[in-house]
């Protein structure tokens, strides 16, 4: 099951024989410094691994004096987190492409290996193998945290030099592929957002004078409904979209083939129609852009919010707006984020000319065909990464 790669003599080997394990820092709320300078270093923590490497928002900085050289990032490292109250985040891990003048916190570690292809080692820790075998430990230990036996002992494949070489400029190149739709994506976003603020202006401002309303009087604010377990998947026609799957609202191909299903009974006044703006309203998520456009009717679950645009504003002008707004900001306060239509409700809307906003739509609805196929292009590549990944890994 590993790889048949021709001409290989491969075998399995452990973790602990090609890497060694190097703790994070810890340090006090009086070693932070508010600035990088000559007596600070730039600590990275958990938030600041992600699927796609190393991200460098929210930083945090500590004294130099508490880092030691070899806490200090080298290329090649793989920086895992080994510890977190989220057990989604635990063994999320991100490759140390070159030599950094940055350190990580007690939370995390570093697999510096030695002895092996640092391209080939590092594609290990995102392969599904990998993935699968953390899973496992979490839940068998009932903890949120790795310990180094467990590192030690992970088991992977290794081939030759040669061939652990060919098989990283294989995933480098799809990951390369992989990268540059997510950047192309990110672009059209930005396209949409300047061409909003070109035609209507910051949405706060209001630069041409147009009647103003709040999203309470010109829209119909709803928000989505509590169904009990076997009424989930009745097979009736209306998709039942739960917070999770946020992401795919607006890809009609995606949620028709994909969701659960109940009948316009069940859903009663839970369905947003087409042309809902919708986004999650408890959570951590409420900040982040995952308001969408739904485009066939959906039931979604109690943690989705959604506002239906009345006659004077087109549903791609509503969206548009929604993104110029950090809905995090609107947070009520209590110990779980969450916003509800009292907060919605004040929000001041510009209402444009109907024909300006049909023009926007135009130019949104060309932007979405050019979304589709890059996004199309995007799956398919992740497939590719998956399937080999599974070929090289097991």
């Not at 270093?41 to 991200?55: E, F, K, P, V, W």
């Not at 995390?108 to 193998?129: E, L, W």
């Not at 951590?284 to 504003?313: E, F, H, W, Y």
Request: glycine share 8%; charged share 25%; aromatic share 8%.
């Amino acid at each position: 099951g590993f790889g048949g790669i021709e001409g290989d003599d491969g075998m399995m080997t452990l973790v602990k024989d090609y890497a060694e394990q190097i703790r994070g820092v810890s340090y006090k709320p009086e070693d932070v410094c508010e600035e990088l300078n000559d007596e600070s270093i730039t600590l990275l923590r958990a938030n600041n691994i992600t699927d796609s490497g190393l991200c460098f928002d929210d930083l945090v900085y500590v004294r130099r004096n508490k880092v030691k050289d070899v806490q200090k990032l080298q290329k090649g490292d793989v920086l895992i987190c080994t510890s977190s109250g989220s057990k989604a985040l635990v063994g999320k891990a991100a490759y140390v492409t070159k030599d950094m003048d940055m350190t990580f916190g007690a939370f995390c570690k570093v697999i510096r290996p030695h002895g092996v292809n640092t391209d080939y080692f590092q594609y290990f820790f995102q392969s599904p193998a990998y993935r699968k075998k953390i899973s496992e430990l979490a839940a068998g230990a009932n903890i949120n945290n790795i310990r180094n036996e467990h590192i030690d002992g992970l088991a992977f494949y290794l081939p030759d030099i040669s061939t652990q070489q060919r098989i990283a400029d294989t995933l480098d190149k799809v990951s390369e592929g992989i990268g540059l739709c997510r950047k192309m994506l990110g672009e059209l976003d930005l396209m949409v957002k300047a061409k909003f603020v070109e035609m209507f202006g910051d949405a706060k401002v209001n630069p041409f004078d147009w009647v103003q309303s709040t999203i309470g009087a010109s829209c119909a604010l709803k928000s989505g409904t509590s169904l009990p377990i076997e009424k989930e998947n009745e097979c009736g026609n209306i998709p039942y979209v739960k917070v999770g799957d946020m992401n795919y609202v607006g890809n009609e191909k995606y949620i028709t083939t994909s969701s659960r299903f109940v009948t316009e009974e069940t859903a009663g006044v839970g369905i947003f129609p087409v042309g809902s703006v919708v986004f999650p309203k408890r959570g951590g998520a409420i900040g982040t852009n995952k308001k969408r456009l739904t485009s066939v009717p959906i039931c979604a679950d109690l943690n989705v919010m959604g506002v239906i645009p009345g006659k004077q504003l087109l549903p791609q002008y509503l969206l548009a707006y929604f993104d110029t707004i950090d809905l995090g900001l609107l947070n009520n306060g209590s110990s779980v984020p969450q916003i509800n239509n009292k907060d919605i409700a004040p929000l001041i809307i510009s209402i444009p000319p109907i024909e300006l906003q049909e023009q926007f739509a135009t130019f949104v609805s060309k932007i979405d065909k050019s979304r589709l196929t890059i996004q199309q292009v995007l799956s398919k590549m992740e497939m590719v990464k998956l399937a080999l990944m599974q070929e090289y890994f097991g």
